[in-house]
């Protein structure tokens, strides 16, 4: 009688976990590094297509000028940034080694930083990245990263952030480090 009672359990436990799992699909995450670049507010939110990929959409803001009003000591690094694109994951999404790829667009205006001299502009490209992350919790994990991104930019440079004397214009192509992450983040 054991032995039957035994199987059917065995029997039961196999059906019922051989079924479809519906894991976490979903994950938003905001990159804490982010907010030491001047306070820029980010968020990203992923969803997991199937085991090895995910799709990503991204912004950044910062609408912030420090110091306006007084000459000679504003400084500034707006923008506004949208970016989509995947990640492939080599263990599971969410969980482990990634790497990523993605288009991107940037409005932005800096100065005041390292020289009084300002840029102002628009940016288009492609991004790439690599990355872990690490589970913490079956909802939340830490992750690390890092990524590059390039292609086609217009700008206006000025001679200081506050005074609108045009220094120069122009456009060109750009290789600029994009992503250094240590981000938290929240799956559902």
Same mark, same amino acid.
């Given at each position: ?13 196999? =059906?019922? %976990? @051989?079924? =479809? ?11 804490? =590094?982010?907010?030491?670049? !001047? ?6 939110? $992923?969803?997991?297509? @199937? ?12 609408? +912030? ?8 000591? /504003?400084? /500034?690094?707006? /923008?506004?940034?949208?970016?989509? #694109? %995947?990640?492939?994951? !080599? +263990?599971?999404?969410? @969980?482990?080694? +990634?790497? $990523?790829?993605?288009? /991107? ?5 800096? #100065? ?18 690599? %990355? ?9 994990? &830490? ?9 086609? %930019?217009?700008?206006? @440079? ?13 456009? #060109? ?7 250094? &992450?240590?981000? !938290? $983040?929240? =799956?559902?």
């Amino acid at each position: 009688m054991k032995t039957a009672v035994r199987y059917i359990l065995i029997f039961i436990m196999s =059906v019922w %976990g @051989s079924g =479809v799992s519906f894991g976490q699909r979903v994950s938003v995450s905001t990159n804490l =590094v982010g907010y030491l670049d !001047l306070a820029t507010l980010n968020a990203e939110a $992923s969803y997991a297509c @199937s085991r090895h990929w995910s799709a990503v959409a991204a912004f950044r803001y910062n609408p +912030w000028t420090f110091n306006g009003g007084r000459p000679g000591k /504003q400084f /500034q690094r707006r /923008q506004q940034s949208y970016a989509v #694109g %995947g990640r492939y994951w !080599l +263990w599971h999404t969410f @969980s482990g080694w +990634w790497f $990523s790829g993605k288009l /991107q667009y940037q409005e932005y205006n800096t #100065g005041g930083i390292i020289d009084r001299s300002a840029d102002e502009g628009d940016r288009y490209g492609v991004g790439v990245g690599a %990355g872990y992350t690490y589970m913490i919790h079956p909802h939340l994990n &830490m992750e690390f990263g890092i990524g590059l991104w390039g292609g086609y %930019g217009t700008y206006v @440079s000025y001679s200081c952030p506050s005074c609108g004397l045009t220094v120069g214009r122009g456009d #060109g192509f750009f290789i600029l480090p994009n992503d250094i &992450m240590v981000s !938290l $983040s929240y =799956v559902f």
